[in-house]
């Protein structure tokens, strides 16, 4: 396949998204930029949210995983279900009845102000680690496939994704995220689908019961994958990711009625299963392929060598679109948010000031870049279980500020809550 029809392609892409999100937006205001005008149909947030979730990890890693832990990584995400009833039934309704546009409101309005930067200063450091992360994985992977060919640098790859994407979220902000990212859901479950499809085989079930590439559950308590503790981790994991961060939040938010913003969430969670399960699976088959084939790669490099190295070119088109398709909804969900909390909890400025709102939307888009770029000097490959890690130390004390101020609705010393917020992960990172 030349390299430059597929570049071709992926800017033709591009393209398709500036057009939609300007048609989707055009007049949006501030309300449309910090949560979509409070208008937007749940079946599409639902839908839209799939690849917020999952991103371009889940497309490279999830199965590349697959033949060193099977499908453990489903006890996550059966966990998460309890997370996402806790969402809908606890968090969404006190988000609702304040109308709120940034979700660290809630901690203002029950701790005071102190606790609403704090949680939005966490939120900050966590969302711009982990969508930097996650970015780079697949920078790298369109760097390998497209660029380098090319004779394109990987810094100007980079750069030329984040000013896409600075593009179509600018001035849409929610209201363009809501249907732009329900196209590019559509283009990364349309790759996954193809390719298991391609990959099938009548026996499949049976080899890759065999080949032990099917284990879901862990008895062992000492074993890092014991069922229990992945149940949990689970249900605590949708918790923090999800219901307290701001990018993930921001579009339900978006929903006008609370019920139909639950059904939303509810919804979602058992559509993430099912993807996640589909990943697994394709996990499976990429492995017992490239063994056959005598493919010695494995990780990350899994899936797109597999495909570019032994399927037809049509397939390559269909995944390195889809990989386009897995890498934007996380970072252009976590553009908007992080400008949004920053503006309206850090900065406290008004949701008209609109000058202000783009200096930061650019500020963050630059240090995205300059981030991405510090990954590429590290050079690390397998980046789902650090992610997640790192999610653990920065979303614990958001996990604990919310939940204090559920059952105690009270202002507390700002000291007293910097010294508990900083201790407590710093105290898991010595522990672990």
Known sequence: ????????????????LLVLARCVSHGSGAEGFYVGGRESPWPVVAFGMI???LSGVTFISVPG?????????LQIVIGQLAGYAVIALVLLPAYHRLQLASIYGLLGERLGPAAQRLGSAYFVLSR????TARLYLVVAVLHTLILQPLGVPFSVGA??????????TVEGGVKALVWTDTLQTAGMLTGLIVCVVLLWRPDALAQLDAAGLSRVWVGDPLSRDFSVKALLAGM??????????????????????????????LVLAVLMLVVVAAFLLLGGLLTLFAQ????????????????????????????????VSAL??????ALTALTASTCLDLLRVPREDVKTRRRVHLGFALLFLVLVLGFKALDSTSMVFLILKLAGYTYGPLLGLFAFSLFTPRAVSARALVAVCVAAPLLCAVLD
């Open 128 to 131: 711009t680690l982990g969508a």
């Open 51 to 53: 690849g917020t979730s």
């Open 159 to 168: 750069a030329v994704v984040l000013a896409m994407i600075l593009l179509y």
């Open 292 to 323: 056959e084939h005598g493919l010695a790669v494995k990780g990350d490099a899994l899936f797109p060598t597999v495909v570019m190295q032994t399927l037809p070119a049509w397939v390559q088109v269909v995944f390195v679109l889809a990989l």
């Open 65 to 73: 995983s697959v033949a060193a832990n099977g499908f453990t990584y």
């Open 328 to 333: 934007l909804p996380s970072a252009d969900g």
């Open 236 to 265: 605590f994991i949708a918790i923090a990711m999800t219901g307290l961060d701001q990018e993930m939040m921001q579009k339900s938010l978006s929903v006008a009625k609370l019920r139909d913003a639950q059904k939303n969430l």
């Open 1 to 16: 396949m030349p390299h430059a029809l597929l570049l071709l392609g992926v800017l033709t892409y591009f393209a398709g």
